[in-house]
């Protein structure tokens, strides 16, 4: 079937306005990752969802940040109060389940350009 | 503290020349190292996977090497073309669960 799909794939806003981009993994895939990658820079961990586990929020960068994860699959993520800083693209993916320690290819959404002005 | 470095500046080399390209980390043991390659506005896409056991793992012109006591991966691309041009980015597991820590990449440029 299809891809990872993210939306928008480009979102210009004022400082100080609220975001939520949102993330469409791979049917079947229980594990749900975001990333942002500034320019010249490499990709940033922000939050990871496996299955019906307690998310991994470790790397999200302040408490403006959040997302959610409903019914397993879409998820949305959620950027309060934009400052300039939070400019960047914002890339989702998607993979199975570990198995062991075997790990696992994740396949990348085409991302979502933020810019705040 | 931890750090997985690629060389920051680009690899220029000729069309058909072998292409090799560096990850080396610190202050991590990963049981396994991945190569993406990411185009200009686009996501990463996988290209191979390599466990702390495997020496070295192939698949067509590309091989990618893992060398868990200098604490590298290599990455080489046989018989470069102008459609290998690219972003490469090496990511290691860490942590718990499925979560990748990536470098900044290599951007490489094969000319005619």
């Known amino acids: 079937g299809a891809g990872v799909s993210q939306s928008p794939s480009n979102k210009v806003t004022e400082k100080g306005k609220d975001v939520e981009l949102r993330c469409d993994p791979i049917s079947g895939h229980t594990a749900l990752y975001w990333y942002r990658q500034s320019l010249g820079q490499g990709l940033e961990f922000l939050i990871y969802f496996q299955g019906n586990s307690a998310p991994d929020k470790s790397g999200l960068p302040s408490d403006r940040f959040s997302a959610e994860r409903t019914g397993g699959s879409v998820s949305t993520l959620t950027i309060q109060r934009t400052q300039q800083e939070d400019s960047a693209v914002y890339l989702c993916a998607s993979s199975l389940a570990l198995q062991g320690m075997g790990g696992n290819e994740q396949f990348f959404g085409p991302g979502t350009r933020l810019t705040v002005l | 503290s931890q750090k997985i470095e690629q060389n920051s500046e680009a690899l220029n080399i000729q069309e058909g020349k072998t292409a090799t390209l560096t990850c080396n980390y610190t202050n991590y043991s990963p049981a396994y190292l991945q190569w993406y390659r990411q185009d200009p506005g686009r996501g990463p896409v996988f290209l191979l996977l390599?466990?702390?056991?495997?020496k070295e793992k192939r698949k067509e012109r590309l091989k990618v090497t893992f060398d868990t006591t200098l604490k590298q991966s290599l990455f080489h691309i046989t018989a470069s073309q102008p459609a290998d041009s690219a972003t490469y980015l090496c990511?290691?597991?860490?942590?718990?669960?499925?979560?990748?820590?990536f470098g900044t990449g290599t951007q490489l440029k094969v000319e005619l």
């Open positions: 990511a290691l597991f860490t942590g718990g669960g499925n979560k990748l820590t």
């Open positions: 390599i466990r702390e056991n495997e």
